[in-house]
């Protein structure tokens, strides 16, 4: 995708035209800090090609430019994986709640989510689907994780009455991720299961 179009120039770019991650904050996660992926947000950023900053890059999908930065990156991936997470639960803690409040209305203004009312001091928040071909155009590609499966993202509400259900989902999750990060271990992936009607 950025191969056509570069907006800071030249120099950050190697021969074969990818983001040079030790020098800059696009993209997933640096293979020298292995603390990042610590992170219980940053397993889903780890096969994308997105900023990863605190300042906002242009990012390309198709015929649209949109501006995000690392915090966004995160809140459009982790939503995406869970399908929907409550807004009070997407508060990174690399930023304070007023910025992560200012990063949702922002993904919002783009475009990218979509959030529906809870309860009267919370909401659900959902990727729209300009929100998740965001994320799918700009997965990179890495040999070495040729043959892992890749982590699935979705858009839209699917049943708006189960809201409050599902959005307890990423709350387990934060309490498996801590667990299994206590013995030592790391998450890879969240696979959602299925249904049965």
Not at 40 to 67: K, M, N, Q, S
Not at 77 to 85: L, W
Not at 153 to 164: C, I, S, V
Request: charged letters at 40%.
């Amino acid at each position: 995708m950025w191969d056509r179009y570069d907006a800071r120039g030249g120099d950050e770019r190697d021969r074969s035209g990818a983001w040079d991650r030790n020098r800059g904050s696009r993209g997933g996660t640096n293979e020298r800090d292995p603390d990042r992926e610590r992170d219980p947000h940053d397993v889903f950023t780890r096969d994308l090609e997105l900023p990863g900053g605190p300042d906002r890059e242009l990012v390309r999908v198709r015929d649209r430019i949109h501006e995000i930065n690392g915090a966004e990156s995160r809140m459009l991936a982790t939503v995406g994986a869970f399908r929907v997470v409550s807004e009070s639960d997407l508060h990174d803690a690399r930023d304070g709640a007023q910025d992560s409040h200012r990063s949702l209305g922002h993904l919002e203004r783009e475009g990218l989510v979509q959030t529906s009312r809870l309860c009267a001091d919370d909401r659900a928040v959902v990727l729209t689907d300009r929100g998740r071909d965001l994320l799918e155009a700009n997965r990179h590609t890495r040999e070495d994780r040729a043959q892992e499966p890749r982590q699935a993202f979705y858009a839209g509400l699917r049943k708006p009455r189960e809201l409050t259900h599902d959005t307890k989902v990423y709350r387990a999750y934060l309490r498996a991720e801590e667990r299994v990060r206590e013995r030592g271990g790391h998450v890879k992936r969240v696979v959602l299961g299925r249904r049965i009607a």
